[in-house]
């Protein structure tokens, strides 16, 4: 399927502090953005930080910006008179930069993920629609995904006259909605970017320090300006005032995408709609199935996400060979729509399943590059490793839905697994012995999950009946539904 034959449609759930926002293509799930009240994502906010401390064996700072954790900003992340993206291997000395204690405007680039603070840059950008300010950039900039040479050129030279008669000391980035735009548009675009970048200097000189100088959007107004494109054929919002609300900003600011706008009244939940619901809540798992019969693993650590692929039930109709293909293929089509489902980033390692044939491994990596094509995350695939495992990298901004829906388990501490029942039985027998040694009693209750009853009743009723031997005494068994599956209790009456 071509790029062309793309038809996307994004649909927006509000609920009382919670908005979630879901991309589809072609009515397949692509993409959930989830905004709560109490933990709004941080990414582009603006703060008046305080450095807290230098750490020059890192090259790297952490600045206290008003939150629980602080910051951390890397000496290649501070503005000091060239580019961030710099290829100068020999950066100016933090101690050159920065000192304990100093004032300094920066700007969230990761939100805090698990135990590390927001990843920070003095590098400040102020995205628009078809524009992103560089306050202390001085080049033009357009977007990799305009591919159009011609166009490219126009947007390069149009923008670059722009900001020569304004006379202003900036640079921009031209995004990819602004492919086709008119002059007109990104006049306005430019114009209201200066005067906000103007706007959050007095705040920064007038603000004090550890505080919030620039919010980025609520969620409901970044769709429109971050992920509408020409391609979005329509937006169903269930909320009346948050229709409104983007409705007005789409007529002030974005006025070709106002008709695009509609709100959802029908009485089945919005995310209903194409199976939204049940998406979200496979994403969640840890295998995902296969329409061949084969599936995939996903395990997501806290350094990498590996992702194995099997074949399962699938026994294909040809050879061995033809049905690891075939298995694979579904695979990286299934494993990039995943990756952006689940929004996971950093380090990815892919195993799929070992083929023998030259032609299949490259058609493999084919289909994976072009299923990732589409992806907004900045990605890199590396070749086929000797080991025969695809080694990728995806740009994370923001955290992965598990970490946003989930937490750990107070049971299994996040292990994803719990002690097998006939492990819990010889737990069981040694503390009956332990009791035994230690205590004097007539009897004994075993209080215990309705599972490990019935397992000792059963396949342990032999070691059962040796046990009430061994320590001449009688052992009786209760089940208890409010116990966990580890959770035994051993009574001495």
């Not at 072609?26 to 703060?47: F, K, M, T």
């Not at 039985?425 to 019935?454: K, Y």
């Amino acid at each position: 399927m071509t790029d062309e034959s793309q038809k996307e449609e994004i649909l927006v759930n509000v609920t009382p502090r919670e908005v979630r926002a879901a991309l589809l293509e072609n009515g397949v799930l692509q993409e959930v953005h989830i905004e709560r009240a109490a933990c709004r994502g941080l990414i582009s906010n603006i703060y008046k930080g305080k450095v807290s401390r230098v750490l020059p064996g890192m090259q790297a700072a952490f600045v206290d910006i008003g939150l629980e954790r602080t910051g951390f900003l890397h000496a290649s992340d501070i503005a000091n008179g060239h580019s961030n993206d710099s290829e100068d291997a020999t950066s100016p000395d933090i101690r050159e930069l920065l000192r304990d204690g100093q004032e300094v405007l920066v700007q969230v680039m990761k939100n805090p993920l698990g135990s590390k603070g927001a990843r920070l840059s003095t590098f400040i950008t102020l995205p628009s629609r078809y524009l992103v300010l560089l306050p202390d950039g001085c080049t033009v900039g357009v977007s990799a995904r305009i591919e159009d040479e011609a166009e490219r050129n126009r947007l390069r030279d149009l923008l670059g006259e722009m900001i020569s008669a304004d006379d202003a000391s900036c640079g921009v980035i031209v995004r990819t909605a602004a492919e086709g735009a008119s002059a007109e548009a990104l006049r306005a675009d430019l114009d209201f970017l200066m005067k906000l970048w103007s706007a959050v200097q007095v705040q920064c000189s007038k603000g004090k320090v550890k505080t919030l100088i620039h919010e980025d959007l609520p969620l409901p107004i970044r769709i429109l300006r971050d992920m509408v494109t020409s391609e979005v054929e329509q937006v169903l919002v269930d909320s009346e005032q948050d229709y409104e609300k983007m409705k007005s900003f789409a007529q002030c600011f974005l006025p070709d995408l106002a008709p695009k706008l509609a709100h959802y009244q029908k009485r089945r939940p919005i995310f209903d709609l194409h199976g939204v619901e049940d998406e979200i809540e496979k994403a969640l798992a840890r295998s995902v199935s296969l329409k061949s019969g084969g599936h995939v693993v996903i395990d997501q650590t806290e350094s990498m996400t590996t992702i194995d692929v099997n074949t399962g039930g699938y026994v294909g109709n040809r050879n061995l060979e033809e049905t690891i293909y075939r298995t694979n293929l579904e695979a990286a089509v299934t494993i990039a729509r995943q990756l952006r489902v689940r929004n996971l980033g950093g380090i990815i390692i892919i195993d799929f399943i070992d083929m023998e044939v030259d032609e299949h491994r490259r058609r493999v990596m084919e289909v994976l590059e072009q299923s990732l094509a589409r992806d907004h995350a900045r990605h890199q695939i590396t070749p086929v490793s000797p080991l025969g495992l695809v080694e990728m990298t995806r740009k994370r901004t923001r955290e992965s839905l598990q970490h946003v829906l989930c937490e750990s388990c107070d049971h299994c501490d996040g292990q994803g697994f719990v002690m097998s029942a006939s492990t819990v039985c010889f737990e069981i027998f040694r503390e009956v012995i332990r009791q035994h040694r230690q205590f004097t009693f007539d009897e004994l209750l075993v209080l215990a999950h309705q599972d490990i009853i019935e397992l000792l009743l059963d396949e342990e009723s032999n070691g059962l009946v040796e046990l009430e031997q061994q320590i001449g005494k009688p052992i009786r068994l209760q089940p208890e539904s409010l116990y966990l599956h580890e959770q035994f209790d051993v009574v001495l009456i």
